[in-house]
């Protein structure tokens, strides 16, 4: 079966910093998306992440805040810009894999501190 | 708008006894109806999904959703619950109609099977 990898798997980090976080799948994916998991919370969906092109953000989300790149099929990282301590949370990358449409398979998550 | 309800932060049962975790969802055409499950310290694993066809659908380790349109209902089920089955349980729900793949979570139900 499919690898899901995200690195880091957690970091604590300071206010005012940002934060670049990939996610590397081992085989070719259709698609790969960005969620948010705040602390007790359930899933938000950032956004969806094209190769390509600029991502589709949801509601909520804006590019400046949460800049996401997809060079290629297999990658995509996504940074938290100017972070504060709201954005604390487990950040997950979700892919679709050929031939398993509509079924999102999650990579490990990194958990996120900000001080 | 599309959205789904979890009525239950916690459902506690006896290993060996059935177990049923609630899902009703609100949606303006045809759902795309999905379960996942989050163990502890890991990621979110997908467990089945509903997209057209039989209204039981049946998932990894031995779970089953019955899809009741009428009641716009997905439960979650499972004949003999094991203690290894407590976990965070997430019904998700979207509408492919809006050519999106955006996945729209529950709140969660935290499953705890008592030995």
């Known amino acids: 079966s499919a690898v899901i990898s995200q690195k880091p798997s957690r970091d604590i980090c300071q206010r005012g910093t940002s934060l670049t976080i990939q996610c590397q799948v081992d085989?070719?994916?259709?698609?790969m998306f960005w969620y948010r998991q705040q602390p007790g919370q359930s899933l938000t969906l950032i956004a969806t992440?094209?190769?390509?092109?600029?991502?589709?953000?949801e509601s909520g989300f804006v590019i400046d805040k949460f800049p996401i790149s997809r060079p290629n099929l297999t990658f995509s990282t996504l940074t938290v810009s100017n972070m504060s301590p709201e954005d604390s949370s487990i950040y997950l990358c979700?892919?679709?894999?050929?031939?398993?449409?509509?079924?999102?398979?999650f990579g490990p998550g990194t958990r996120l501190t900000v001080t | 708008a599309q959205s789904v309800a979890q009525p239950e932060d916690q459902v506690n049962v006896a290993e060996g006894n059935p177990l049923t975790v609630k899902c009703t969802y609100s949606?303006?055409?045809?759902?795309?109806l999905f379960w996942y499950v989050q163990y502890p310290n890991r990621g979110l694993q997908f467990l089945l999904k509903?997209?057209?066809?039989?209204?039981l659908v049946k998932g990894s380790y031995g779970f089953e959703a019955e899809f009741n349109k009428s009641q716009t209902s997905f439960h979650l089920k499972k004949p003999s619950a094991l203690v290894s089955d407590s976990a965070l349980y997430f019904c998700?729900?979207?509408?492919?109609?809006?050519?999106?793949?955006?996945?729209?979570f529950g709140s969660g139900t935290r499953l705890q099977v008592q030995p």
């Open positions: 979700s892919v679709e894999f050929q031939g398993r449409s509509y079924e999102q398979y």
């Open positions: 085989s070719q994916v259709t698609m």
């Open positions: 992440a094209n190769q390509g092109s600029e991502a589709t953000y």
């Open positions: 949606v303006s055409g045809n759902p795309y």
């Open positions: 509903y997209i057209t066809g039989d209204n």
């Open positions: 998700a729900v979207f509408l492919l109609d809006t050519g999106r793949r955006a996945l729209t």
